[in-house]
């Protein structure tokens, strides 16, 4: 038998196929990343509808107003009760015509929980008016119905 | 000068591609941690005019809104709906999903066949159909919003959205039967 006394060198594996997949997966993410802040919150969970279209051109001026299935106002970050959404509103309202922009060319995008009760939506869009608001857009999510 | 030995043998440099896998790697933890799935949101194209409207008059164009009134049970769910005269409602109120679904169905065909009706001056446009929601207090915003779709418009068959009734309002709010 001989004895093997050949090279005794280290067999490394072939990396140049994982870095290609690895390489892959990076452009992968980087074309689907999106830095850019969509205004969401976890408590809402936004009914369905096929009709929902992202708005085009995007809306300028734009307030978001969340609302959970318990009638909680969040705005701006902050939880408030429907009672007192009024004040948040009006103040809100006046922060946005000291920046020198129209109240009339803003838009309340109205965020509700999808087992809100629709006479709290209701009572919220009427506080957004209240305090001077005057244009509304409804957010659902968009796309084909698939869920039961 | 010296005289180059061509036969001299051109060496391989071999860069060092550990490091590169490394940042590479990094890179990818990046981009994987930062990656959230989100959900597309999308508006409605409605306009909302003021619920409060401080007179009744109407003008000459503007003919009175129809009134869509939807009922809810104690937990919220839709029972009957009605449009004007047109009464969508089912024997016991509706109980399932599958006949919630066909009356908003039954909803929107209707919605098409009133707005295609008297083509040309004074028929039904997208401006002169006005369409108030009246619905139960405890109604859940999943159905009112359902509503809409069936008002606002169609998907046709390239998936563009046809406008139906574009003026939707809601009468004003119920007291809420829960309220102090």
């Known amino acids: ?148 | 000068m010296k005289i180059r030995n061509t036969k001299e043998k051109h060496e391989k440099i071999e860069v060092p591609m550990t490091p590169m896998i490394d940042i590479v790697f990094q890179l990818l933890i990046f981009f994987i941690m930062t990656f959230k799935i989100v959900d597309v949101e999308g508006d409605f194209n409605i306009k909302m005019p003021e619920a409060a409207r401080e007179s009744n008059a109407l003008t000459e164009e503007q003919i009175p809104p129809m009134r869509l009134i939807m009922k809810a049970n104690t937990a919220g769910d839709l029972v009957s709906m009605r449009l004007a005269e047109q009464n969508f409602s089912i024997e016991g109120g509706y109980t399932s999903y599958e006949e919630r679904t066909s009356a908003f169905s039954s909803l929107g065909n209707y919605i098409v066949r009133f707005m295609g009706n008297q083509i040309g001056p004074g028929g039904n446009t997208p401006e002169t159909v006005e369409i108030e929601i009246d619905a139960d207090f405890n109604l859940k915003y999943e159905y009112t919003i359902q509503a809409i779709t069936m008002i606002s418009g169609r998907l046709d068959n390239n998936k563009e959205v046809v406008p139906l009734v574009e003026k939707i309002q809601f009468a004003p709010p119920r007291p809420d039967p829960n309220a102090e």
């Open chain 1, 1 to 148: 038998m001989r004895i093997n006394k050949g090279r005794r060198g280290i067999e490394e594996g072939d990396m140049t196929p994982m870095i290609d997949m690895v390489f892959q997966l990076i452009a992968f993410f980087m074309v689907l990343v999106n830095f850019t802040e969509q205004e969401t919150n976890q408590d809402v969970v936004l009914p369905h509808s096929v009709l929902a279209k992202a708005p085009d051109p995007p809306l300028k001026n734009v307030v978001f107003v969340h609302m959970t299935e318990d009638a909680e106002v969040i705005l701006l970050g902050q939880r408030i009760i429907l009672d007192n959404a009024y004040d948040y509103l009006y103040q809100e309202a006046q922060i946005i015509r000291n920046s020198n922009v129209s109240v009339d060319d803003t838009t309340v995008v109205i965020r509700a929980h999808e087992d809100a009760n629709t006479g709290h939506v209701q009572k919220l869009i009427s506080e957004c008016l209240r305090a001077g608001f005057k244009q509304f857009a409804l957010r659902a999510t968009s796309g084909e119905e698939n869920h039961s």
